[in-house]
């Protein structure tokens, strides 16, 4: 912790963990905590207490401002901050911020975005934030079109004009590579490491998928026989999973979106490179972000608009 | 059990099931047995000892055959009988059965069959007696291409020319319906009731996945959603998942074998009138068989070629 005024608190509340920065007046970080209090595991009755602890421990004045995002505004959350229809606006999610009552602190959490369509339904709750942060670290010009891909548990494309939110869809990459790897026939052939970006096993796994994405679950069975009749390898069996996987992820969202020579890739660390190696397999290349970077600009911008009054949240416009 | 001589005992062994009939010398069934010893809680030294005492329990003599077919042939089952790679003749399969050495009884088991290519290795286990059984039961003409349907955990389709396996293909269909239905958000969506195969929401999502194959794990994830925003009904979110997962996999199908407009699907129950109205969505007709009759005569007409001297054992040809 630094010994500059803190300006402002910005909190990321997820389904398994909490991320809490103290933020000086030009956005830097001045201190920050981890916990794996997340959403999930936080009865409604517990938030308030929680986030103080974290606000003590960071000896956060009490006219601080605090803008948070993520499940912790989902209905099973601390308050529920609904969910904006898309097309919106970038700037409508601030403009939707619910409020706590009651307290002494000033709280906000920030809406989700979602897709009311009869054919595919979505939501997304935390990825708006990082979507707001990334419009403001690298602004795009006023019609220009983006595709950002957000790998996770449950992946996230978006298709962005300007500052407008025109599309979205989830993919269960993530999760389904936990349920065939821990509860299938798979589990026997896979390795527990990690995962190596640059292998042939992983590369050519990619490439069927783009190929031939309606033979996934055949080709998702082929890890096993090729483990009793062709020897493979552990971790080739575990690469091929994970390959057959973003690849069918990324045919998924070249069919269903405008998807751009370049895209904005969301995360760095073992699986942002793991989608960096796979998407250069469909010849898409990236411009790779920082995920807490990008909420935590998210979260400064939006207490910007919230709290108008307060110039020390707006920086980087000083 | 009625009064006629025994003058065969089939055996189908699985990796959870165990089934055991004894047959008469038109093939029909003068007893059964079954019990849930299947191969993967069987110690190996313990599958003489099981058998022998279904055999006693249906009063079989000692110089009666055996024949035997599934995982009990496996390398982890009592003897390992090997897998014949395709294309493979029909006959070749009893042809390389594998007799079980010390005791007093004369016992066979069938290989399985196995696909040794680099890009789609596969095998199968217990599937190619029924193929035999199929054969035996619904003769084909000497080049016709007839297409199996076999749903299940891992679900076989096969392309047959006259008596020959061309080629075949395993899909994870109903693997992975149970680790995303018990292992992922989704179990928070579903009923745990049975899927109407004439409704609706089984139905459009048949359609959804073979029209856009390559959706697939967007899909899936928007089962979620649609109960967040849509009130989907639990037991029409369960059929969303059936029908994805099985239209996920005809596409496969059609993309990989000559589908006839009419193809053979093995199975009844639940499950088979499933796949019989997701079918009918591709405009596929089906001649539907009972897989238990098909494994009675496939390993009746294995048999009689095994013991070729044993006229009686070649029900259906006197």
Redesign the interface.
């Known amino acids: 912790m630094n010994d500059a005024p803190c300006a402002l608190v910005a909190v990321d509340w997820g389904t398994s963990h909490l991320r809490v920065w103290a933020l000086g007046s030009r956005g830097e970080v001045i201190g920050g905590r981890k916990s794996d209090e997340g959403m999930a595991s936080t009865p409604r009755d517990q938030f308030a207490a929680v986030l103080e602890s974290h606000l003590q421990a960071l000896s956060v004045a009490s006219d601080i401002p605090v803008v948070m995002c993520g499940m912790v505004g989902s ?1 099973q959350g601390w308050v529920e901050a609904g ?1 904006l229809g898309v097309p919106a606006e970038l700037r409508e999610i601030s403009e939707n911020a619910v409020r706590i009552s009651g307290g002494t602190r000033d709280i906000r959490i920030l809406p989700g975005l ?3 369509s ?6 997304m709750r935390g990825e708006e934030t990082q979507l707001v942060g990334l419009s403001r670290l690298v602004p795009a010009a006023g019609g220009d079109t983006r595709v950002v891909c957000m790998p996770g548990t ?1 992946s996230k494309w978006v298709h962005l004009t300007g500052q407008r939110v025109e599309d979205f ?5 993530g ?2 590579f ?3 790897s ?4 798979l589990r026997h052939s896979l390795s527990t490491g990690r995962v190596d970006p640059k292998s042939t096993a992983f590369l050519e796994a990619v490439r ?1 998928s783009i190929d ?11 890890i ?3 483990g ?3 020897d493979l390898a552990p971790d080739n069996a575990r690469a091929k999973l994970s390959g057959y ?1 973003i690849g ?2 990324i ?2 969202a ?3 979106f405008p998807v751009p020579g370049t895209i904005e890739l969301v995360g760095g660390g073992d699986l942002g490179r793991l989608y960096l190696a796979a998407l250069s397999v469909a010849s898409i290349d990236c411009r790779v972000h920082d995920g807490d970077q990008l909420v935590r600009a998210g979260l400064t911008e939006a207490a910007s608009a919230i709290w108008k009054n307060a110039k020390r949240l707006a920086p980087g416009n000083d």
Not at 118 to 123: K, M, N
Request: without cysteine; charged residues 20%; negative net charge.
């Open positions: 209905r969910y979602s897709k009311n009869p054919e595919h339904p979505d939501v449950h869809a989830s993919f269960m990459t999760e389904m936990s349920a065939l821990g509860h299938s026939v069927s031939s994405p309606s033979d996934i679950s055949a080709r998702l069975f082929s096993r026989p090729a009793l009749l062709q996987l069918e992820e045919a998924g070249i069919s269903r």
